[in-house]
Nanobody
Framework: QVQLVESGGGLVQPGGSLRLSCAAS????????MKWHRQAPGKERKWVAT?????????AYGDSMKGRFTISRDNAKHTVYLRMTSLQPEDTAVYFC?????????WGQGTQVTVFS
């Protein structure tokens, strides 16, 4: 059974940091491209970051995340991470983990991140 379980969300003040984790099981994690997306209240889901399969040598970020967010993966732990720094209220959203390979596309249930002053 495929599972993606996000964790690490919570409440943080502006300028603060969080590290999200996504633990994967039920598929061969190493061969999948991993992504993070987010969805703010009343808005569409938006892509945040991508890391390539294998050693994760290639990463990409949405424009507002560049320089603040870092995606990484640990294949031995079947886990992908999103380190977020300099958080602002507009980063408030549910953050989702996503695994992709060819036509296969798996999603987690999300973890809430709330940035408040």
């Amino acid at each position: 059974q495929v599972q993606l379980v996000e964790s690490g969300g919570g409440l943080v003040q502006p300028g603060g940091s969080l590290r999200l984790s996504c633990a994967a099981s039920g598929f061969d994690f190493t061969y999948y491209t991993m992504k993070w997306h987010r969805q703010a209240p009343g808005k569409e889901r938006k892509w945040v970051a991508t890391i390539s399969s294998g050693y994760g040598l290639t990463t990409a970020y949405g424009d507002s995340m560049k320089g603040r967010f870092t995606i990484s993966r640990d294949n031995a732990k079947h886990t992908v991470y999103l380190r977020m720094t300099s958080l602002q209220p507009e980063d408030t959203a549910v953050y989702f983990c996503n695994a992709q390979r060819s036509s296969e596309d798996y999603w987690g249930q999300g973890t809430q991140v709330t940035v408040f002053s």
